[in-house]
């Protein structure tokens, strides 16, 4: 035949699929992991040990500051007569121990764990609704779960001190009914359009706050007083019982979380393409549903509503470490607990002595934060 | 021997050795979204049945709304119709758990939007996921293997994307990303291959390097393959049987001579086509009546 025969005949001669790779696999290997292609066991301890320590110090030095200031040195002596080295006693750090350990100490731990519970809630919200603004604050998740709370409060059950541990259980109904209803209102034909499920969070929040702001206003005027300041976002811990099963929840459902960490990389292609790829996607989301509802309760039941955190401290430390969940759910949660520590000691002193919420530094943080990712960074949000 | 071939080959294993002919046996099925509505007009597929052979390049082909796309899930296991059966290898579809339907298909949607920034290598690598082993904790502190890593790379290296391995899918133009995604569905080490539109948005060049993948799949590794295309000249020239759609029922079913002519395809596209050889091939050749043609005689 003529010239384009041979032309078109030749185009196949070449074969891509069988051909060995110019380099085996240990050296791919070796390569990838220097060059951050891939998350490597090595990097997961660099990120999360650093971030540890990290944590530990922002803890350390924000137990200075409050109503009194109490040196640094003074910090380290108390420290150091807890854990049982270092010098036995110093002068002056009688009163400095005791306000330290029933005040501080306490409100740092709960900080701590309340950051750390509401950015790992993000990340799982967003995994799940595939949305990198997803907070459980911004979509009513924390509403609905202040509502069950505020509801077993006007019915007095969970303010006595027997009942307290009831609380996150109506903070988990609540917010697993909210979480359940925006998911119900944003999906549409198997998609989650990125607008529907801001639309249907924010439409939902504002009736659920108007449901509790109806609640504090038929409650008697004392009681109301307390519980608004509860939902403005508040990191007073009356005790260490408290505290120690508000830590129980946090760290077993972040547990629980970590083992789905591959599954929600997964999630964030969409549900179609997870579940081609392997995934059991209605069995995992239930379960992320539920997980997320539990630590919303458990956080909201202890520090009321505290916006934002859960976005940009996911947002922040996407950029730094990367996307892959079995890091970014351990760098999230320590990240969020430093945050929430240094916005609370921001809170507690700027005023001093007088506070002002924490939610109100959060939202003053976060909220020109997502201002500035919807107006200007579209680009990342598809 | 080395690390590589022993991946590519378990795969393709079970075809060589004593496997079944026939891949997917398809029966009466039929398909609509809405499962609840009363009206019995809307079915997106209507008693679609036939057979896709092991090893077979099978393309389908019709107008817009026809069925494609769903059909294609379908057979991928993301959508279940309400009547009808479906058999892969001989196993029933509906008892498949997707973790076993990921280690024998692969399935490359349409819509390859990523919002994420992932790298490239990340992607790709989570198409090893279903092949993996997973214990209790293996979902945060399990991590690839050496194996996972040598396929994931060829099937980089096979749709000329390994330079690529640094960068964010996001930040990709979409030919790249539809590439990334090819290579995921190859790094599941499938025995099927299910391809939505899979030269959508490629340039001229890397669609005829993913025919050509898509060739060699099925020669050096046995693959079956059915792809869903618009692009009627693609599918005569790289698939062994076309599938003709319309308005949810099989209007033919055949090697492209028999698919591929005038009469069927005004039917169902209602206009007029020209049909004559491929230079090169001899296999049909579709082409648009030009601006002379078009009023009609």
Redesign the interface.
């Known amino acids: 035949?003529?010239t384009?025969?041979s032309?078109?005949?030749s185009?196949?001669s070449s074969?891509?699929?069988?051909?060995?790779?110019t380099k085996?696999?240990?050296e791919?290997?070796r390569q990838?992991k220097s060059?951050?292609?891939?998350?490597?066991?090595q990097r997961w301890v660099t990120i999360i040990g650093g971030l540890a320590v990290a944590g530990l110090v922002v803890c350390v030095l924000c137990l200075q500051f409050g109503a009194t200031k109490i040196d640094m040195r003074t910090v380290m002596a108390v420290l150091s007569r807890w854990s049982g080295i270092g010098a036995p006693d110093t002068a002056g750090t009688d009163t400095s121990a005791v306000i330290m350990f029933h005040i501080r100490l306490p409100r740092v731990l709960t900080g701590f764990l309340v950051g750390g519970g509401l950015a790992i809630v993000g990340v799982t919200l967003q995994?799940l609704l595939?949305?990198?603004l997803a907070d459980p604050y911004i979509l009513g998740v924390s509403s609905g779960a202040a509502l069950g709370v505020s509801l077993a409060m006007l019915f007095g059950i969970g303010t006595t001190l027997a009942f307290l541990p009831g609380l996150p259980l109506f903070g988990f109904v609540g917010g697993l009914l909210s979480l359940v209803v925006m998911y119900r209102l944003a999906r549409s034909?198997g998609r989650l359009p990125i607008q529907s499920v801001l639309l249907a969070g924010v439409i939902l929040n504002a009736m659920l706050t108007a449901v509790i702001m109806f609640i504090t206003s038929i409650m008697d005027p004392n009681r109301s007083a307390g519980l608004m300041a509860w939902l403005m976002g508040s990191l007073t811990v009356s005790n260490y019982g408290i505290l120690s099963m508000f830590a129980l929840y946090v760290v077993g459902g972040a547990s629980l979380l970590?083992?789905?960490?591959?599954?929600m990389?997964?999630l964030?292609?969409?549900e179609?393409?997870a579940?081609?790829?392997?995934?059991?996607?209605e069995r995992v989301k239930k379960r992320l549903f539920f997980l997320a509802a539990l630590l919303t309760g458990a956080v909201v039941s202890v520090s009321g509503m505290i916006g934002f955190v859960g976005m940009i401290v996911p947002h922040a430390v996407?950029m730094l470490v990367?996307?892959?969940h079995?890091v970014l759910?351990?760098a999230s949660m320590l990240a969020g607990g430093m945050f929430l520590v240094a916005a609370d000691t921001v809170a507690r002193t700027i005023l001093a002595p007088a506070e002002i919420p924490v939610g109100i530094v959060t939202a003053l943080t976060g909220g020109p934060m997502f201002l500035y990712l919807l107006l200007w960074r579209k680009?990342?949000?598809? | 021997m080395n690390e590589q071939h022993i991946a590519w080959e378990a795969s393709a294993n079970a075809i060589v050795l004593g496997a079944p002919r026939i891949a997917y046996e398809i029966e009466s099925v039929r398909f609509r979204y809405h499962a609840g509505s009363s009206d019995g007009a809307d079915w997106i597929l209507d008693d679609v049945g036939f057979q896709v052979k092991a090893g077979e390049v099978l393309g389908i082909v019709g107008p817009n709304g026809s069925g494609k796309t769903s059909l294609l899930k379908i057979l991928a296991n993301v959508l279940s119709p309400q009547q009808g059966t479906l058999h892969l290898f001989g196993d029933d579809l509906a008892t498949l758990t997707p973790q076993d339907m990921a280690r024998l298909v692969a399935h490359v949607p349409q819509d390859t939007q990523q919002s994420f920034p992932f790298t490239v290598a990340e992607t790709v690598v989570m198409g090893r996921f279903a092949q993996r082993r997973h214990t209790f904790w293996s979902g945060c502190f399990g991590w690839e293997d050496e194996m996972d890593i040598v396929v994931a790379a060829q099937a980089m290296a096979a749709v000329d994307i390994a330079h690529l391995a640094w960068r964010l899918v996001p930040d990709l133009s979409g030919g790249e990303r539809q590439r990334t995604v090819i290579a995921r569905a190859l790094a599941q080490s499938p025995m099927v291959l299910l391809l939505d539109e899979p030269t959508a948005f490629l340039d001229l060049q890397h669609q005829i390097d993913i025919c050509r993948i898509i060739r060699q799949l099925k020669e050096e590794r046995g693959l079956t393959i059915v792809l869903v295309s618009h692009d009627l000249n693609l599918v005569s020239q790289y698939c062994d049987r076309i599938l003709l759609l319309d308005r949810g029922r099989v209007v033919r079913l055949g090697c492209p001579e028999e698919v591929i002519e005038p009469e069927a395809l005004e039917a169902v596209y209602r206009c007029r086509v020209l049909v004559d050889r491929h230079p090169g091939t001899g296999l049909p050749r579709v082409t648009l009546p030009g601006r002379h043609l078009s009023g009609g005689t």
């Open positions: 035949m003529a384009p025969t032309q078109f005949a185009a196949d074969s891509i699929v069988s051909s060995p790779l085996d696999g240990a791919q290997l990838w060059s951050g292609a891939i998350l490597t066991f995994a595939r949305n990198p034909r970590l083992q789905k960490a591959q599954t990389n997964i964030t292609f969409g179609e393409t579940r081609s790829l392997g995934v059991d996607t996407r990367g996307s892959d079995r759910l351990p680009d990342q949000l598809v």
